[in-house]
């Protein structure tokens, strides 16, 4: 006689019922009795471990992800190490400039921050004079009147400038320094808050046009004949002869 | 011959929608990628919580808009990237052969990987022409659109320019930007070529939110065909349009007349956009198979053929009172002989 080896079971049974339970295949149980103890205590285990999951999930769900899945996320504010909102890389005179704006969405009234980093394209050699940066507000009808944000030194090779906005809007970032005697100036966008992509040019733009190519759809066989007409009217087409072709 | 041109004259008849249809597909996918690609940015910096209202609006517009075509969008939109100038579909790179031909031009060095993604427009520019004018390019719609808002301005009594220039122009164009990226060492070309133009400015509009210098450019040029030649940059100035009928200078598909249907009716050269002469088998390298042409021949005399040439002027179409004339005049001499 063995003794199953269950905890919760420990029957006698048959010494030819082998009283092991596997645990990779557990309906193997020969006793009977402890077939059912250990199925119930597998279901049990499983909604347990289920239960946890979910709850952890649950958990978890609200979490600012900064790196999911090997995803970088944004910077969330201005001291964030993660990618920024934008970055623009241009090169100008004997500089290669580089810009970025911190957090990913600036806000009004939330602290932003500006790096800047200025290398020579020849030599490699950071920028190390003064950097003031000024900003004004973007858009064909928009004030252009500039305000100085502040004057920066570089400070482990960047130029970081901080700012905060009052109102939502695009405006103009510009950087001016000078280098070699040669004044540079460089202008870059920053959205703040609540600003559309398209705008009210935009909208304008895009009603004018599908009105006309609703037009140009409705009235096709119309404006065919018209072209048809202008065209003779014009009395072109006895200008146009088989060899005038623009051929080179 | 005549059961070739009735066998398919319903396809052919009907290609000039299928092109408005193709033309706006693009260019609505060229309006939508850099709206694609901002709402990649905001998938992918988990940011809903963070968008301010208008940004929510186009992250869920956008949602809406691809949900049904991907799974996960922030990996599955990157198969759309790019404008017609250079682009990627489906995992392919495609660019426009004036950018390959720009790029040669002001780096002078052969830069394979670049230049082989203009092989496939090049190869289907041999063979079909200039059919990215007509079929493709962004720009076409608008000028198109163009063309029929100067139609309804002369049905309100205002009249639109008619003028006429030499089309080799385009080609000095052409040249005088090649060199200029020569010297430059940019692609200056990319600044005077609409497509182009249009799908950066489409990208600054969603990116920065406002418009570059170029929509000022591409704004005057729909102002000059408007004002002074029906189509006029793309016939006299455009360097991609030059460098496309060049290269399809000996294209192989290409609109021909089957004299023996024409009636002469005139309506094929008065409707062509690049103002060639249809009617007098004069369609040349400039033809962009655009296909309007057929759409308005009343006969079907219009067809596509494969052939490297064109057909030299066939003289009047046989069902028009004049080639009857020319034929009742010619008949007892002929007798005579």
Redesign the interface.
């Known amino acids: 006689m063995q003794r199953c080896k269950l905890l919760k079971c420990a029957s006698a049974v048959a010494a030819n019922n082998t009283p092991f339970i596997d645990r990779e295949e557990k309906a193997r149980t020969l006793c009977g009795k402890c077939m059912t103890i250990v199925l119930t205590d597998a279901r049990v285990a499983q909604v347990t471990k289920l239960i946890i999951v979910v709850a952890m999930l649950g958990w978890c769900a609200p979490t600012p992800a900064h790196h999911v899945l090997g995803r970088p996320a944004y910077s969330l504010n201005e001291d964030s190490n993660t990618p920024p909102s934008m970055q623009v890389e241009v090169q100008i005179g004997e500089y290669l400039i580089s810009y970025m704006v911190f957090p990913a969405f600036p806000r009004p009234n939330v602290p932003g921050r500006i790096n800047l980093y200025a290398y020579h394209l020849d030599t490699d050699e950071p920028l190390t004079g003064k950097v003031t940066f000024k900003v004004r507000e973007d858009g064909w009808f928009a004030d252009s009147e500039e305000e100085v944000i502040g004057t920066q030194l570089p400070d482990d090779n960047v130029y970081r400038q901080g700012f905060v906005f009052k109102e939502d809007g695009n405006y103009i970032i510009t950087a001016a320094f000078e280098a070699d005697n040669t004044p540079y100036l460089v202008d870059f966008p920053l959205p703040v808050g609540n600003t559309t992509p398209i705008g009210l040019l935009g909208v304008v733009i895009a009603i004018l046009g599908a009105v006309l190519l609703g037009v140009s759809i409705a009235q096709r066989k119309r404006l065919a004949r018209a072209k048809v007409r202008t065209a003779r009217q014009a009395d072109t087409l006895d200008a146009r002869s088989s060899n005038d072709m623009g051929e080179l | 011959m005549v059961e070739y041109r009735n066998q398919f004259a319903l396809i052919w008849r009907h290609l000039n929608k299928v092109r408005?249809l193709i033309l706006?597909l693009v260019f609505s996918l060229l309006v939508l990628l850099p709206?694609v690609h901002?709402y990649q940015?905001y998938l992918?910096?988990?940011?809903y919580d963070?968008?301010?209202?208008?940004?929510r609006q186009?992250y869920d517009v956008m949602e809406a808009l691809t949900a049904p075509f991907v799974d996960d969008p922030?990996e599955d939109l990157d198969a759309l990237k790019g404008s017609t100038w250079s682009g990627r579909l489906f995992g392919l790179k495609l660019s426009d052969p004036l950018a390959a031909a720009s790029q040669l031009a002001a780096g002078l060095t052969f830069y394979s990987p670049f230049l082989l993604t203009a092989l496939i427009p090049l190869l289907a520019t041999l063979v079909l022409g200039r059919f990215y004018c007509g079929w493709l390019c962004p720009a076409t719609l608008?000028y198109?659109?163009n063309?029929?808002?100067g139609?309804?301005l002369?049905?309100f009594g205002l009249r639109t320019g008619?003028r006429?220039f030499?089309?080799?122009l385009k080609?000095a164009v052409l040249a005088l930007g090649l060199v200029a990226c020569t010297v430059s060492g940019s692609v200056l070309v990319a600044t005077v070529y609409p497509p182009a133009i249009l799908g950066r400015e489409f990208y600054y509009?969603?990116?920065?939110?406002?418009?570059g210098v170029g929509a000022l450019f591409f704004l005057a040029t729909l102002l000059f065909d408007l004002l002074v030649s029906r189509r006029a940059f793309c016939r006299y100035l455009c360097p991609g349009g030059a460098l496309y009928?060049?290269l399809g200078?000996y294209r192989v598909l290409r609109i021909q007349r089957d004299v023996s249907a024409c009636n002469d009716c005139?309506?094929c050269?008065?409707?062509c956009e690049f103002?060639?002469?249809p009617?007098?088998?004069?369609?040349?390298?400039?033809c962009n198979n655009c296909t309007a042409c057929i759409?308005?021949c009343p006969t079907n005399a219009l067809s596509f053929r494969w052939r490297v040439t064109d057909i030299?002027?066939q003289g009047s179409g046989h069902l028009s009172p004049r080639y009857r004339r020319e034929q009742q005049s010619q008949g007892p001499t002929r007798g005579e002989a």
């Open positions: 408005w706006s709206f901002v940015t992918a910096a988990h940011a963070l968008l301010a209202p208008g940004e186009l922030a608008l198109e659109l063309t029929n808002l139609i309804l002369n049905w008619m006429r030499d089309r080799r080609y509009a969603a990116a920065h939110g406002g418009l009928s060049i200078r005139t309506k050269s008065a409707i103002d060639l002469n009617l007098r088998d004069g369609f040349g390298q400039e759409a308005v030299p002027n």
